[in-house]
């Protein structure tokens, strides 16, 4: 159990272009969604949690029209990475609890390179 | 405030142990124990709640000590499948604040 998938696993694009990143949780209902973002070697920076219904809540320094969030179901969040530069390439990685638990399921992530 | 992990690296061959240290500044209300392998997503390991508390899965365990405001895993007789980075991630209300990592390295 506990299965969160992420579509696309990579994704290349070009600087000023949008895209979506999905995450699901496919065996469970997920209350709350994170997005992380992971450069070469380095720790998971946490970008924002979502929560069912809600609205996104940013950490410090994540601007908020760059990074649109979606969580529009229990099993569905959704990261939109508008007008893309080459600083955004990244590791892009989302995980999802469900009501009650501490623990946190990644997904197998998404590799975003902007050209 | 992100945890401090160390050491930030570690090479065993196989067999060997290893113990792999994370502490806070602030008070721990619960850590939790990942293992990243190159280019995959993070895979939760286990989460230690109580001040005391200890787990274990196969050769691998952790302790938790709240007035310390650290926790430790231990790889006990490491196997090449234990390569990878190990993550502490510590918070409070769900919301995660991860360590720089340890890179384990078992040879055979």
């Known amino acids: 159990g506990a299965v969160v998938s992420q579509h696309p696993s990579w994704v290349i694009c070009k600087s000023g272009t949008s895209v979506k990143i999905e995450c699901r949780s496919l065996?469970?209902?997920?209350?709350?969604m994170f997005w992380y973002r992971q450069f070469p070697k380095q720790s998971l920076m946490l970008m924002a949690t979502s929560n069912e219904g809600s609205k996104a809540t940013y950490e410090q320094g994540v601007e908020k029209d760059k990074f649109l969030i979606n969580h529009a179901s229990l099993t569905l969040s959704t990261l939109t990475v508008t007008s893309a530069h080459p600083e955004d390439s990244s590791f892009y990685i989302c995980?999802?609890?469900?009501?009650?638990?501490?623990?946190?399921?990644f997904g197998p992530g998404t590799r975003l390179t902007v050209t | 405030q992100q945890p401090v992990q160390s050491p930030q690296a570690v090479i065993l061959r196989e067999g060997e142990d290893a113990v792999i240290n994370c502490s806070s500044s602030k008070a721990l209300y619960s850590v939790h124990w990942y293992r990243q392998k190159h280019g995959e997503a993070p895979v939760f390991l286990m989460i230690?709640?109580?001040?005391?508390e200890q787990k274990g899965h196969d050769k691998i365990s952790a302790s938790f000590n709240e007035k310390k405001q650290q926790s430790s895993l231990y790889l006990t007789a490491s196997q090449l499948s234990y390569s990878g980075t190990y993550f502490c991630g510590t918070g409070n209300d769900y919301k995660l604040s991860f360590g720089a990592g340890t890179t384990v390295t078992v040879r055979a």
């Open positions: 065996d469970f209902q997920a209350t709350t």
């Open positions: 230690l709640l109580k001040g005391g």
């Open positions: 995980s999802a609890r469900t009501s009650g638990d501490y623990e946190q399921y």
